[in-house]
Antibody, heavy 120, light 103 residues
Framework: EVQLVESGGGLVQPGGSLRLSCAAS????????MSWVRQAPGKGLQWLGN????????YYLNSVRGRFTISRDNVKNSLFLQLSSLTVEDTAVYYC?????????????WGQGTLVTVSS | EVVLTQSPGTLSLSPGERASFSCRAS??????LSWYQQKFGQTPRLLIY???NRATGIPARFSGSGSGTDFTLTISSLEPEDFAVYYC?????FGPGTKVDIK
C-alpha cells in the first residue's frame, strides 16, 4: 500500500524557517517525481514545486522560488521541503504527493498533510 | 503562465442528477489537464488525468473531456459521497474549484 506521511509542521515566527519531511513507503520511491502542494485555511490548492526522480532537477512556483527548496533522499525514501523567510501568508497545510507521470504533476497519492502556522 | 478558470463556482444538485462543470485555460494546454475531488477535511483525490483518463479506482460515473482550452468533468449520476469541491489542474496550476453541494 502506498503511504506518504508528512511531518515537521508547527508554529513558527515570521521570518523563520522550517523543514518538512515526507516519508514514503509501498512503492519504489526512486522511480517517481514528487510534488509539494499547500492549502491555506479555507482556500484552494496551490502547487509549490516538484523534484525529479533522481533529485537532479527541481521546479518551483514563481512566488516561492528562492525561499523554498525541495530535496530528497532516495536511500531513506524521503522527500523534504525547506521553508525560509516565512510570512503569515505561508500558513497552510502542506502535502507531499506522488506524480503518476513524471513531470506532469498529476498527483495520484497524497499524504495527510502537516500544518504550518506562521504567527508572532 | 497558464491561468485556469472554473465555472460555476457552486453547483446545487440532488443525488441522481447529472453534474457537469467547466475548466477553461488561458492558453492551449493540449490534454494536460487533470481533475481532483476534495471532500471537507480530506485529502484531494485524483479523478482524471490527461483530460480523459480515469485514475485507478475511480468509478465509471466520472468522465473527463476536452482539449486545448476547454475541459469538462461530468458525473453521470450523483452519489451522496460525490458532494465535494472539484479542482482542475494543469502542470501544477490549480483552478479555484467548483463546489457541488446538496440541493
Amino acid at each position: 500500500e502506498v503511504q506518504l506521511v508528512e511531518s515537521g509542521g508547527g508554529l513558527v515566527q515570521p521570518g523563520g524557517s522550517l523543514r518538512l519531511s515526507c516519508a514514503a513507503s509501498g512503492f519504489t520511491f526512486r522511480n517517481y517525481w514528487m510534488s509539494w502542494v499547500r492549502q491555506a485555511p479555507g482556500k484552494g490548492l496551490q502547487w509549490l514545486g516538484n523534484l525529479k526522480d533522481d533529485g537532479s532537477k527541481a521546479y518551483y512556483l514563481n512566488s516561492v522560488r528562492g525561499r523554498f527548496t525541495i530535496s530528497r533522499d532516495n536511500v531513506k525514501n524521503s522527500l523534504f521541503l525547506q521553508l525560509s523567510s516565512l510570512t503569515v501568508e505561508d500558513t497552510a497545510v502542506y502535502y507531499c504527493a506522488r506524480e503518476i507521470i513524471g513531470g506532469q504533476t498529476d498527483l495520484d497519492y497524497w499524504g495527510q498533510g502537516t500544518l504550518v502556522t506562521v504567527s508572532s | 503562465e497558464v491561468v485556469l478558470t472554473q465555472s460555476p463556482g457552486t453547483l446545487s444538485l440532488s443525488p441522481g442528477e447529472r453534474a457537469s462543470f467547466s475548466c477553461r485555460a488561458s492558453q492551449s494546454v493540449g490534454t494536460y489537464l487533470s481533475w481532483y475531488q476534495q471532500k471537507f477535511g480530506q485529502t484531494p483525490r485524483l479523478l482524471i488525468y490527461g483530460a480523459s483518463n480515469r485514475a485507478t479506482g475511480i468509478p465509471a460515473r466520472f468522465s473527463g473531456s476536452g482539449s486545448g482550452t476547454d475541459f469538462t468533468l461530468t458525473i453521470s449520476s450523483l452519489e451522496p459521497e460525490d458532494f465535494a469541491v472539484y479542482y482542475c489542474q494543469n502542470r501544477g496550476m490549480f483552478g479555484p474549484g467548483t463546489k457541488v453541494d446538496i440541493k
